[in-house]
């Protein structure tokens, strides 16, 4: 039973900093990716950012630059400072969790989503 928490969001104004955490708990197992996945009024899910228990980061084209993810591996949790903030990354973020169980990635595990509203 994996249970993820977020904080973070809000309001800010475009060219602003936001930074959302997210903390896993309930699973045993150290080999793992968490991220960010962002949905958008009327537009599907997609993956903002990533990092694996190693430290490997991912980010989406249109972030990269901007967003920087990181982690903290001894409480399970992580970091998305995001930075020079548009608009158009206005969305509903959820954090997720993906976890190697006999070989086999679990999950994903989401977390509650958190707002995050720029304004022009």
């Known amino acids: 039973q994996v249970q993820l928490v977020e904080f973070g969001g809000g309001l800010v104004q475009a060219g602003g900093s936001l930074r959302l955490s997210c903390a896993a708990s309930?699973?045993?197992?150290?080999?793992?990716?968490m991220g960010w996945y962002r949905q958008a009024p009327g537009k599907q899910r997609e993956l903002v950012a990533a990092?694996?228990?190693?430290?490997?980061?991912n980010y989406a084209d249109s972030v990269k630059g901007r967003f920087t993810i990181s982690r903290d591996n001894a409480k399970n949790t992580v970091y998305l400072e995001m930075t020079s903030l548009k608009p158009e990354d206005t969305a509903v973020y959820y954090c997720?969790?993906?976890?190697?169980?006999?070989?086999?990635?679990?999950?994903?595990?989401w977390g509650q989503g958190t707002q995050v509203t720029v304004s022009s």
């Open positions: 997720y969790f993906r976890t190697l169980v006999a070989g086999t990635w679990d999950g994903p595990y």
């Open positions: 309930g699973s045993p197992f150290s080999i793992n990716t």
């Open positions: 990092i694996t228990s190693g430290g490997n980061t």
